[in-house]
Every structure is written in structure tokens, then in C-alpha cells.
């Protein structure tokens, strides 16, 4: 239920959303309820999901519904956290810094942008650490900025 899956350049792995405490018994297809503490992980192909690991999380924001993709030159992870289905937030992650040797453990993301839903972020694409988002933020039929991953502010 609301999970997106990003593979990585190297085709090793994939990066997916979940709600790992949901409780499956007496699923049907048919739920209403409202999921909460969605958080995403790591996969890597032809291992146990067992094995996978937790990326990131936003526990103090339970209803938050987490997305992500990933730059065309595979070493930015953007993660675009949303809330009622109506604008995201944005967030990077320099897989060559924080992922080096593999992802192992938790992410550190970076903010790019300010921390209150009033816009849609989407990745275009990159020149090295300028990249091209896609928004409506101060631009009713949407614009495209540039951002640049050393210097966000």
C-alpha cells in the first residue's frame, strides 16, 4: 500500500517503502484503515528479506508516506516524504558519501527544501550535484529549478 521501488545503478538492489508492523492477519485487499510509521529499506537481489535493511524512518511523523528515486548518475538518492496525498518534501542523500561500501544501516538525508508540505518536488535530471526539479512552489502551472547539492540554501 502506497510503496515505490528505486533500483540502484548497479543492479544489486532495490530501495522500497513498507509498512513492516501491519499486522497481515485477515487482509483482504479491501482495508481502509489508515497505515502509519511507513519506513524504507534495502534490498539486495537474491537475499532473504530478512536480511534487508532500514534506510530511513520518520518516527516522530507516523502518516507520512515515503517515496524515492534516484539520479540518473545513480549516486543521489532523493526521498520525497508526503502527507494526505497533496505535495512532498525533499530530500537527498549522496549514496557515494553515506553508502560507499554498500547500504548498511540508517541514512542520513539532507533537507533541500523547507520543511512544510505547500509544493511537489520531482527529479528531472543532474549535472553532477546541480539538479533539476519540477514544482509548482511559487509557480501555479509549475516551474523547473535548479538545486545544487553542495550549496542547498
Known sequence: KFSSITWTHDSKGIFYACYPDHDLKGVTG?????????????????TSQDKDVLCLDFPEHPKWIIS?????????LFIT????????LLYFVDLEEQAKDGVTGKLNPT?????????????????????????????????LV?????NPA
Open 68 to 76: 524515492s528515486s534516484i539520479s540518473d548518475c545513480g549516486r543521489y
Open 81 to 88: 516524504p508526503s502527507q494526505d496525498c497533496k505535495y512532498n
Open 111 to 143: 533537507p533541500l527544501v523547507p520543511l512544510q508540505f505547500d509544493a511537489d518536488y520531482d527529479y528531472v535530471a543532474n549535472n553532477g550535484p546541480k539538479v533539476i526539479f519540477h514544482t509548482n512552489r511559487n509557480a501555479k502551472n509549475f516551474k
Open 30 to 46: 479491501k482495508d481502509t484503515a489508515s497505515l502509519e510509521n511507513q519506513k524504507l529499506y534495502y534490498h539486495v537481489l537474491d
Open 146 to 150: 535548479t538545486i545544487d547539492l553542495n
